[in-house]
């Protein structure tokens, strides 16, 4: 039905859609962390037959020493598989943040336009006239008062 559509993409209604996309990689993350277990378990029984096979003739440590390359190289495929199951997890939360940015978006920008709008707009002029027993206490306000330091040395100490 589908597979003869040239526009089809098997995974494409997940992704337009955020809980689906973190049920989807919930469900590679159990698939991965059981392959993680396996793994687990067999670079356990993996280390213990590789250091238990001695050859006539080594010392107590050659064949730890042997053992060591594989022991090495299947803890990095488990850090790898960890670190793929972390991104899974942090990639549905990136996926759900998205989509909380994009139905935010028009409403900033209403806002932003707001704002931009009252900045730009001319200042009220309902600022009240001064009345005549006013015009002394300006005076005594203390925002009159020097411009620079060197205008200081006029000034009285409190």
């Known amino acids: 039905?589908?597979?003869?559509?040239?526009?089809?993409?098997?995974?494409?209604?997940?992704?337009?859609?955020?809980?689906?996309?973190?049920?989807?990689?919930?469900?590679?993350?159990?698939?991965?962390?059981?392959?993680?277990?396996?793994?687990?378990?067999l670079?356990?029984?993996?280390?213990?037959?590789?250091?238990?096979?001695?050859?006539?003739?080594?010392?107590?440590?050659?064949?730890w020493m042997r053992a060591q390359p594989v022991e090495r190289a299947l803890k990095g495929v488990l850090k790898h598989v960890e670190g793929v199951t972390k991104g899974l997890e942090k990639s549905?939360?990136?996926?759900?943040?998205?989509?909380?940015?994009?139905?935010?978006?028009a409403k900033k920008r209403k806002e932003k336009e707001l704002e931009k709008k009252r900045k730009n707009a001319p200042p009220l002029q309902a600022a009240p006239k001064h009345l005549p027993d006013q015009g002394a206490h300006d005076q005594d306000s203390g925002y009159g008062g020097p411009t620079s330091i060197f205008d200081l040395s006029d000034r009285e100490s409190a």
């Open 92 to 105: 549905a939360f990136k996926r759900r943040a998205h989509d909380e940015a994009v139905s935010n978006t």
């Open 1 to 41: 039905m589908h597979s003869n559509d040239p526009n089809h993409a098997p995974l494409r209604d997940v992704a337009q859609n955020p809980e689906a996309t973190a049920r989807y990689l919930a469900d590679v993350q159990r698939v991965l962390l059981d392959i993680g277990r396996n793994l687990e378990a």
């Open 43 to 63: 670079a356990l029984e993996t280390r213990v037959h590789c250091r238990d096979t001695h050859v006539e003739g080594d010392r107590w440590f050659d064949a």
